[in-house]
Each structure stands twice: as structure tokens, then as C-alpha cells.
């Protein structure tokens, strides 16, 4: 079992100001470690999409932090994006690995062991599972249990993603039950306080959930 955990950030549905959520995102990159961004924008005309990536792409990247798009390998292939995340109604993955080359691909699971068993053996850069609590952000079709993550992290090594719902409030149960990375929309844009204290917040939950982890590792038998 990996003893790791970090934030994956996804963008709000719909940006009205992309300029001004250009610099909420700066904002929350100096809260604390983050990993990866993924620009989820439903629904928007290809170039919409494309103007949304010309400008967080650099303000990610910048930092380290890996950008993603969703749903889309297509248009993902012709942006400057790390990778791409597709669900189980999008491009088969085969078919986005072809347009993707070596960029990563990330697969939606859902609550299933065997979809992501699939997703992992097909070459899968990482899989993932929920929703693990009640989400505004999308409609969820399944709920994920936290044990889904422990599973995994004890029999597989591709990453897996813990997402739906998480806050600073519920993160380090995902962390301490397996989670690689945690994904969160609304539990940082809409913080009371700001994005970069939610961010800081969820860093505090992970390192709370990765110091159970270690403690359960270290008390389970050899």
C-alpha cells in the first residue's frame, strides 16, 4: 500500500469570467500541493473549451500540476493538456490511447472493481471511484464505499482517484482508506473562506489520513 495522497483540483462546470477564475486558480495553487487540474467544462462548444485551456493550462503548468480535460481525447489530442479523463459513456479507451499517444488517460469506474480492473489491465494511467458523498457539482450514478479504495490499494498499482462530494470535512477518511488523490471541485471553489484555505485545508485532511494509514499499516500483521 502506497503511503501517499494529493489533490486533484476539477474546475467549476462553467466559467462566466475565465480571466477572473484564471486568477481564483493561481489563488489556490499557492494554498498548497495540488496535483493535477482537470477543466470540466460540460457541454461547451469545442472552442470555448480550447480558449478555457490557452489560459489555466499555463497558470497549472507553471506549477507542476498536471492539466487534464474531460471527456473529450479528440480535442484533448489538439490542446496543450497532460491528459485526459473519460468516462464509461465516452471513447472507448483503446480509441483514446490512439489519439492520446503517451499522455495520461484517466478512466471514471464508478463504484465497480471490475470496471476499473479493466481500465487498469487496458493501461490506464489511473482509475476512478464514487461518488463517496452527495454531490451538486454532477449527477452521480453510484455511490462509492471508502473500502472500494483500500481494496485496491492493497491489490493493485495503478493509481486510483477518490471523487464526489469531498470537502476539507470528509477528506481524511478517503486518505486514510486508500485514496491516491483526492478530487474536488466545489468542496475549493465554493469555501467559505477562499479557495486557497480550502486548499490549504484539504492538504491538513490528507496529512491527517496518510498518518492513519501509516499507523494501520504498521499495527496490521506482517
Given at each position: 500500500?502506497?503511503?501517499?495522497?494529493?489533490?486533484?483540483?476539477?474546475?467549476?462546470?462553467a466559467?462566466?469570467?475565465?480571466?477572473?477564475?484564471?486568477?481564483?486558480?493561481?489563488?489556490?495553487?499557492?494554498g498548497g500541493?495540488?496535483?493535477?487540474?482537470?477543466?470540466?467544462?460540460?457541454?461547451?462548444?469545442?472552442?470555448?473549451?480550447?480558449?478555457?485551456?490557452?489560459?489555466?493550462?499555463?497558470?497549472?503548468?507553471?506549477?507542476?500540476?498536471?492539466?487534464?480535460?474531460?471527456?473529450?481525447?479528440?480535442?484533448?489530442?489538439?490542446?496543450?493538456?497532460?491528459?485526459?479523463?473519460?468516462?464509461?459513456?465516452?471513447?472507448?479507451?483503446?480509441?483514446?490511447?490512439?489519439?492520446?499517444?503517451?499522455?495520461?488517460?484517466?478512466?471514471?469506474?464508478?463504484?465497480?472493481?471490475?470496471l476499473?480492473?479493466?481500465?487498469?489491465?487496458?493501461?490506464?494511467?489511473?482509475?476512478?471511484?464514487?461518488?463517496?458523498?452527495?454531490?451538486?457539482?454532477?449527477?452521480?450514478?453510484?455511490?462509492a464505499?471508502?473500502?472500494?479504495?483500500?481494496?485496491?490499494?492493497?491489490?493493485?498499482?495503478?493509481p486510483?482517484?477518490?471523487?464526489?462530494?469531498?470537502?476539507?470535512?470528509?477528506?481524511?477518511g478517503?486518505?486514510?482508506?486508500?485514496?491516491?488523490?483526492?478530487?474536488?471541485?466545489?468542496?475549493?471553489?465554493?469555501?467559505?473562506?477562499?479557495?486557497?484555505?480550502?486548499?490549504a485545508?484539504?492538504?491538513?485532511?490528507?496529512?491527517?489520513?496518510?498518518?492513519?494509514?501509516?499507523?494501520?499499516?504498521?499495527?496490521?500483521?506482517?
Open positions: 500500500m502506497t503511503l501517499d495522497c494529493r489533490l486533484y483540483l476539477i474546475t467549476p462546470p466559467l462566466s469570467d475565465l480571466a477572473g477564475f484564471g486568477r481564483t486558480l493561481a489563488q489556490a495553487l499557492e500541493d495540488v496535483a493535477a487540474l482537470q477543466i470540466r467544462l460540460k457541454d461547451a462548444p469545442d472552442e470555448v473549451v480550447a480558449a478555457a485551456v490557452d489560459v489555466l493550462a499555463p497558470i497549472a503548468q507553471a506549477r507542476d500540476v498536471a492539466v487534464i480535460l474531460n471527456d473529450r481525447p479528440d480535442l484533448a489530442a489538439r490542446l496543450a493538456v497532460d491528459g485526459v479523463h473519460i468516462g464509461q459513456s465516452d471513447m472507448p479507451y483503446k480509441d483514446a490511447r490512439k489519439l492520446m499517444g503517451q499522455r495520461m488517460i484517466g478512466v471514471t469506474c464508478h463504484d465497480s472493481r471490475h476499473a480492473m479493466e481500465a487498469s489491465e487496458a493501461g490506464a494511467d489511473y482509475v476512478a471511484f464514487g461518488a463517496f458523498f452527495p454531490t451538486t457539482t454532477k449527477d452521480a450514478p453510484t455511490t464505499d471508502p473500502e472500494i479504495l483500500t481494496i485496491w490499494q492493497e491489490t493493485m498499482e495503478t486510483c482517484v477518490a471523487i464526489g462530494g469531498i470537502t476539507a470535512d470528509n477528506a481524511t478517503l486518505a486514510a482508506a486508500g485514496a491516491d488523490f483526492l478530487a474536488v471541485s466545489a468542496g475549493v471553489w465554493a469555501h467559505p473562506e477562499g479557495p486557497a484555505a480550502a486548499v485545508a484539504l492538504n491538513a485532511a490528507i496529512a491527517d489520513g496518510l498518518a492513519a494509514r501509516r499507523e494501520a499499516r504498521q499495527q496490521s500483521p506482517k
